[in-house]
């Protein structure tokens, strides 16, 4: 073998790896390390996993490659939306500008093969293989809406981020429909559906969906079934998705996850060639295509409790270890890169159980699950293991693209910028709704949208501007001041404000970047340009209690690698150069 391999883990944090190291938990890694070198691994601000991922793909800034939130906004209209995937003339195009290190590697003779690559839909042609990952959407062109049926619809909260179906049993049977993709007709866009028929088979459910039927026992897991849809005009689509019995009785509840896109659709286009998605699912059998498949909003709605959740995520990391060993085995040269990302989505969601100053922390549910975090960092460690088992004198490189902590205060940017004066509300509204619903534009100059992005609302370039281009520096230094000694119960909410409006981004970046402090992140009504009545600050109670939405300084990430690497302080830009290193020529130590 010849070549190089890397491993992206998303979210692994220095802190709990040092403290596994310590202890023995981690002997692969260490092995990796005492062969070549370990370090932290400096990520950028805002250390968000599409931004940077497309930083570590092209060694750009997110001002080069155009990534700076998970939500951007359209300055003519201030909607928001999501910077993971573009659409062009009815199309979609892949976002992240700038040559990616494996369309250089080919350029140059090098094959390359990427798996499940964050920011990757749809895949740009070259002379390689990719399935995207992170920005896939689901059938519905969504980031993955779950759907529950429910016989308890109050038991969910009425932010709920799924399709919650009321449903009742007649006779033991249930008549209802799967929601499928928007289609478009003479009477204007509609949902197209497949019917699902539910019979009550004791403590099991016999699911019928046209002349496919499967049974699921409580507590247990569907495969994954085909669903047809009828979009019209003698056109079809199949999508693909899976089955949770929660309970029978004396509540009924079903879960079903987003509807997964096929592995081979035109406007769907998952890998390339078109073709690689169908061939690793005959080689390894069916799997999640969808981009975020771990659902943190159906655990944070309680949709699913922790342990289904935890079975969920357990199913797409076997899965991503299947078809990473695969192509492991028939590896031979050139380029191999995999990322897995479950360990990012279970921080998200079990980082409570490690912080007892989290207003969420809870005793005996820390005791149950204190260790669901740790496990993933040892199973990442046995993959690392079977790999430099199998090609022992490959260079190896692994690295993540941020940190983890947690996630305690929820922060309403837009309503202090309403209390200072920044945002205004229209006369009679005491708060902002979501889309910055209810702002006056005239008296507004500043605006929050997205997880850490802050607009100013200037002239010429949002559609109501009302601050004159030149009076921008001032407006800056006086936000950038203010939001610095913003205090929270005596502590710093934000650690620092990044000024980044002088990249080259155009109109899609933001103006100023803050940099919350440890335990702060933006709220979710932030992100969607909602300004709440009340405290700007609260606690943060929900499940997804670890983050990594603050200032980069706080969540370094990781590199480990089996040969020496030039730089002693590594950051996330230098990685796509590192792997360009790591030739044939490369000799491990």
């Known amino acids: 073998m010849s070549g190089a391999i890397l491993i992206g883990i998303d979210g692994m944090d220095p802190g709990i790896a040092d403290a596994m190291l310590g202890r023995g938990e981690l002997p692969n890694f260490e092995r990796l390390a005492a062969r070549g070198s370990y370090s932290r691994l400096a990520t950028l601000n805002p250390p968000q996993s599409p931004v940077v991922w497309s930083s570590i793909a092209t060694g ?4 080069q490659h155009g990534i700076h939130d998970f939500i951007h906004r359209d ?15 009815g199309r979609y195009v892949n976002p992240v500008n700038g040559e990616t290190f494996w369309e250089k590697a080919a350029r140059q003779g090098r094959d390359a093969t990427l798996l499940k690559w964050p920011m990757g839909f749809p895949p740009r042609p070259f002379a390689g293989r990719m399935l995207a990952g992170l920005g896939v959407p689901d059938l519905r062109g969504m980031l993955g809406s779950y759907s529950l049926y429910t016989s308890a619809p109050e038991h969910l909260p009425a932010d709920a981020k799924g399709r ?7 006779n033991c049977v249930i008549q209802t429909d799967i929601a499928g993709p928007f289609t478009v007709g003479l009477t204007g866009r509609k949902t197209a559906s497949a019917p699902l028929r539910i019979s009550i088979d004791g403590d099991a459910i016999v699911c019928r969906i046209g002349r496919q039927s499967f049974t699921v026992a409580t507590g247990q897991w569907s495969p994954w079934i085909s669903i047809p849809f009828d979009t019209g005009l003698f056109s079809s689509v199949s999508g693909l998705c899976r089955f949770f019995l929660r309970s029978v009785h004396p509540e009924f509840a079903l879960y079903m996850t987003p509807v997964n896109v096929p592995y081979q659709a ?3 286009p998952v890998s390339h060639p078109p073709q690689y998605a169908s061939e690793l699912a005959g080689a390894i059998g069916d799997y999640a295509t969808l981009g975020m498949a771990e659902d943190t909003n159906a655990v944070n709605d309680g949709a699913l409790d922790e342990d289904a959740f935890i079975s969920l995520c357990d199913g797409i990391m ?9 192509e492991l085995g028939r590896f031979r040269e050139g380029l191999l890169a995999c990322v897995f990302d479950t360990t990012d989505r279970i921080q998200h969601i079990f980082w409570r159980m490690h912080d ?8 005996k549910l820390a005791q149950r699950y204190r260790d669901v975090i740790p ?6 460690d046995r993959i690392l293991g079977v790999v430099m088992e199998r090609a ?36 009679g509204t005491t708060e902002g709704g979501a889309l910055l619903q209810g702002v006056d534009w005239a008296k507004t100059t500043a605006y929050a949208i997205g997880f850490t992005s802050i607009y100013l609302n200037i002239k010429g370039r949002e559609q109501k501007g009302s601050l004159a281009p030149q009076e921008a520096p001032a407006l800056k230094e006086r936000l950038i001041k203010e939001l610095e000694e913003f205090k929270d119960r005596g502590q710093k909410a934000v650690l620092q404000v990044h000024d980044v409006s002088t990249s080259p981004g155009g109109n899609a970046g933001p103006d100023l970047v803050p940099g919350f402090a440890a335990g702060y992140r933006a709220s979710w009504q932030t992100a969607l340009g909602g300004a709440p009545a009340g405290d700007v600050v609260e606690d943060n109670l929900k499940k997804w209690s670890g983050d990594h939405c603050c200032d980069a300084s706080l969540v370094p990430g990781v590199i480990f690698s089996n040969a020496p690497l030039s730089l002693a302080s590594p950051c996330v830009t230098d990685v796509a150069e590192l792997i360009a290193t790591l030739t044939p020529s490369s000799r491990c130590q």
């Not at 750009?60 to 001002?63: A, C, K, Y």
């Not at 076997?318 to 695969?326: G, I």
């Not at 983890?404 to 920044?422: C, E, K, T």
């Open 266 to 268: 035109e406007q769907f």
């Open 392 to 427: 022992p004198k490959v260079p190896v490189m692994c690295c993540s693209d941020h940190g983890f902590g947690s996630f305690r205060r929820s922060v309403h940017l837009n309503s202090w910028l309403a209390q200072r004066g920044y945002l205004a509300l229209q006369p």
């Open 375 to 380: 496990r993933y960092y040892r199973w990442m």
């Open 318 to 326: 076997a899965e991503r270890e299947a078809m990473f060993l695969h």
């Open 164 to 170: 919650v179906v009321p449903i009742a049993s007649r």
């Open 60 to 63: 750009l800034s997110p001002g």
């Open 356 to 363: 007892q100053d989290h207003p969420a922390y809870d005793e």
């Open 75 to 89: 300055p003519q209209t201030y909607r928001p939306y999501l910077s993971l995937h573009r659409m062009e003339q």
